[in-house]
């Protein structure tokens, strides 16, 4: 079993930034991709970034050059900077592991708005 806890969700203007963090605990020896997913009001779960355990990363194509995934194996933690946020960047985030088995977070709400 692997638990994870985010934080660093808010309110924050567009064309602000922010930066989450996402702490496993449990198995995590097993732990090999971390990310980040969201959801948007009545809209569904959606993914957002991934990085695997030797650093490789993936991005969904609408926030490629304004998010950035990072994650640092000794602590356990991924982390999320989001730059240049947008209105529709507004949702739950969710971080995420696998591990032989998938792994979510209850989730942080970022919105974005004036």
């Known amino acids: 079993q692997v638990q994870l806890v985010e934080s660093g969700g808010g309110l924050v203007q567009p064309g602000g930034s922010l930066g989450l963090s996402c702490a496993a605990s449990?198995?995590?020896?097993?732990?090999?991709?971390m990310g980040w997913y969201r959801q948007a009001p009545g809209k569904g779960r959606e993914y957002v970034a991934t990085?695997?355990?030797?650093?490789?990363?993936n991005y969904a194509y609408s926030v490629k050059g304004r998010f950035t995934i990072s994650r640092d194996n000794a602590k356990n933690t991924v982390y999320l900077q989001l730059n240049s946020l947008k209105p529709e960047d507004t949702a739950v985030y969710y971080c995420?592991?696998?591990?032989?088995?998938?792994?979510w977070g209850k989730g942080t709400l970022v919105t974005v708005s004036s």
């Open positions: 995420y592991c696998y591990s032989g088995m998938h792994y």
């Open positions: 449990g198995s995590i020896f097993s732990i090999k991709t």
């Open positions: 990085i695997s355990s030797n650093g490789s990363t």
